[in-house]
């Protein structure tokens, strides 16, 4: 008899639902994912109202795929995120644990990206890079916890891709969009900004909107923006490397699927003898599996979330998680 782990995601511009078992098997995977208007940021009311309409569909299609004698686990994005967003997912896990009678967990977001990523691609103890919207950060697993070795001091690099996008005209998400123009564009000069293994992507942004209304095409910035970027990214995960004395490295979060920065992260891993893995694609950006996942190393582990513990945690970062499933 198998179990199985049902995962919520919602933390952001992703309503997912997934479904694993015990031996990280994918048995169920859908989302729905908010596209603002053009030129138009994330307004959190307006994802709030997506994800409403589209969650009982989802939810209840999950449902239907196991038998409910073994779903375990009724796992959910606790956070960090939006906190009318997260408080939907908590709602209907909460609903659906009292109901059936299941284990509930309460799973940080970054730390599922960090569990999937390992999970599909096989690797044991990795310097990881997190790159998503809303995070990143440089993490390794040490002392029962993953510590953050360097992390942006401003705003997060996917954050920056779509907000240089925004003022480029192009469509949101904006990274691939960027990346896609990338490939036509030639090198101009732009800030670059590593301190130790922190890194900043706020001035990179102000000063290519500058280089924008004075004229500059929209290829050579997205290029030069991308080149200098990861580069910065590229020289932090070494240092981060050198540290640890680790010898693998693991890209994660939605940035991660981006070629250019795997190709870069790649050359260094060469120059260093580690080895790189990239979670794959369809799993790089939000999705209910890796919530699905966690949540079911957390049962595994003994570790459950009781309701009066199942508060949305806007601002839980992954330091502060006790990897007890390691």
Not at 118 to 142: E, F
Request: with cysteine.
């Amino acid at each position: 008899m198998s179990e199985y782990s049902l995962g919520i995601e919602s933390t952001a511009h992703t309503f997912g639902v997934g479904i694993v078992n015990e031996k990280g098997k994918i048995i169920f995977d859908e989302r729905s994912v908010y596209k603002p208007p053009l030129g138009q940021g994330m307004l959190p009311r307006k994802v709030f109202e997506f994800h409403s309409e589209n969650a009982a569909k989802i939810v209840k299609k999950a449902l239907g795929t196991v038998d409910l004698k073994e779903l375990k686990a009724i796992s959910f994005s606790q956070g960090p995120g939006l906190p009318n967003c997260l408080s939907l997912g908590a709602t209907i896990a909460r609903y659906l644990a009292l109901k059936h009678k299941k284990v509930l967990e309460g799973v940080n977001h970054p730390v599922a990206h960090v569990e999937i990523a390992k999970l599909l691609t096989g690797c044991k103890d990795p310097v990881v890079l997190y790159c998503s919207g809303g995070n990143t950060q440089i993490i390794a697993l040490t002392g029962g916890k993953y510590r953050i070795f360097g992390e942006t001091l401003d705003i997060p690099i996917g954050n920056a891709f779509d907000v240089l996008a925004r003022s480029l005209g192009l469509e949101m998400p904006g990274g691939p969009k960027i990346e896609e123009l990338a490939r036509k564009g030639k090198w101009i000069d732009l800030p670059y900004v590593v301190k130790g293994m922190d890194f900043s992507f706020s001035g990179i942004v102000t000063e290519c909107e500058k280089l924008y209304k004075k004229g500059v095409k929209k290829e050579d910035i997205a290029f030069s923006f991308q080149e200098t970027c990861f580069a910065m990214l590229t020289e932090a995960v070494e240092r981060a490397l050198a540290h640890t004395e680790k010898e693998e490295v693991l890209v994660t979060g939605g940035v991660a699927a981006n070629q250019r920065l795997q190709e870069m992260l790649k050359t260094m891993c060469e120059d260093r003898k580690a080895r790189l893995f990239a979670v794959p694609m369809n799993y790089a950006g939000d999705n209910g599996v890796m919530i699905a996942w966690t949540g079911m190393l957390m049962y595994k582990s003994g570790l459950e979330t009781s309701i009066e513990e199942s508060s949305i945690n806007k601002d839980w970062r992954i330091d502060e998680v006790d990897v007890k499933w390691m």
